[in-house]
C-alpha cells in the first residue's frame, strides 16, 4: 500500500505570494492532518480534515487554510505568504481521527 | 498547560549499546503518548505508542515506559544499530481533541561506531 504523497516537495516562493499544498493520504484513510516543522518551533499541529469537515484547528492565523475533498485528499492554503512562513509542511493521515497517524515526507517551503 | 520536553537534545551511543531516550510531559489529560522517528528530508515515522493506563509496552527492538507518577516518558533502542539514527520526538495524544498531537522538540541520536 502507498504511503502518503505529498506535492511538491519543494517550493520556492516571495513575500506576500499564496500556496497551496497538496496531500494524498494513505488509500483507505478518511482523517489527514497537517503540520508544520521549524528548526525554532519544532512540529505544530495545524489543522485536521475528516470526512471534508475541519474537526480541529492549531494556533495559526486565518492566512493558513486548508479542505478535504470527497476521496480524502486534502491542500492546504497560506495567503500573504511571510519569511516566517518557510518551513517543513508535513501531511499525515489515519483510518480515523484518533488513530495511529502516518506522515508523508513533507513540502519544504522557501519564502524569500 | 500542555508541554512535552525532553532532557537531552543530542544523544551519542556506541553501536550495539542500547538507547534510552527520555521525555517529560506536563499535562495529565494525554490520553497516548506516541514516539517517532525522523531520518534528514523524511517525515516523521511512527515506532510505538502506548496508552496512558499502561506502563510499558514492547515492540520490535523498542520498549516504551511511561511513569505517571513523575509524568516521565522514555524509548528504549536495544542493541543500537547505525539505522537508528535520526532525531526522535515523543509526543502525546488527545482522545478529545481527535487527531490533534502535541510534539515534544526532539533528541538527536547518533552511533559511534
Known amino acids: 500500500k502507498a504511503g502518503v504523497t505529498q506535492t511538491p516537495r519543494y517550493l520556492i516562493k516571495t513575500r506576500g505570494q499564496q500556496v497551496t499544498l497538496s496531500c494524498s493520504p494513505i488509500?483507505?484513510?478518511?482523517?489527514v492532518s497537517w503540520y508544520q516543522q521549524t528548526p525554532g518551533q519544532g512540529l505544530q499541529f495545524l489543522f485536521e480534515y475528516f470526512s471534508e469537515t475541519q474537526r480541529n484547528k492549531g494556533n495559526f492565523p486565518g492566512r493558513f487554510s486548508g479542505r478535504q475533498f470527497s476521496n480524502s485528499r486534502s491542500e492546504m492554503n497560506v495567503s500573504t505568504l511571510e519569511l516566517g512562513d518557510s518551513a517543513l509542511y508535513l501531511c499525515?493521515?489515519?483510518?480515523?481521527?484518533?488513530?495511529?497517524?502516518?506522515f508523508g515526507p513533507g513540502t519544504r517551503l522557501l519564502v524569500l | 498547560g500542555e508541554s512535552v520536553g525532553l532532557h537531552l537534545p543530542t544523544l551519542s551511543v556506541q553501536e550495539g549499546d542500547n538507547s534510552i531516550i527520555n521525555c517529560a510531559y506536563s499535562n495529565s489529560a494525554s490520553d497516548y503518548f506516541i514516539w517517532y522517528k525522523q531520518e534528514s528530508g523524511k517525515g516523521p515515522q511512527f515506532i510505538i505508542d502506548i496508552r496512558s493506563n499502561m506502563d510499558k509496552r514492547q515492540g520490535q527492538r523498542v520498549t516504551v515506559l511511561l511513569n505517571k507518577t513523575v509524568k516521565h516518558l522514555s524509548l528504549q533502542i536495544a542493541a543500537t544499530q547505525p539505522g537508528d539514527s535520526a532525531v526522535y520526538f515523543c509526543?502525546?495524544?488527545?482522545?478529545?481533541?481527535?487527531?490533534?498531537?502535541?510534539f515534544g522538540s526532539g533528541t538527536r541520536l547518533s552511533i559511534r561506531p
Open positions: 499525515a493521515s489515519s483510518l480515523d481521527p484518533g488513530e495511529t497517524q502516518y
Open positions: 488509500s483507505g484513510h478518511r482523517s
Open positions: 509526543a502525546e495524544g488527545f482522545y478529545s481533541s481527535a487527531s490533534k498531537i502535541i
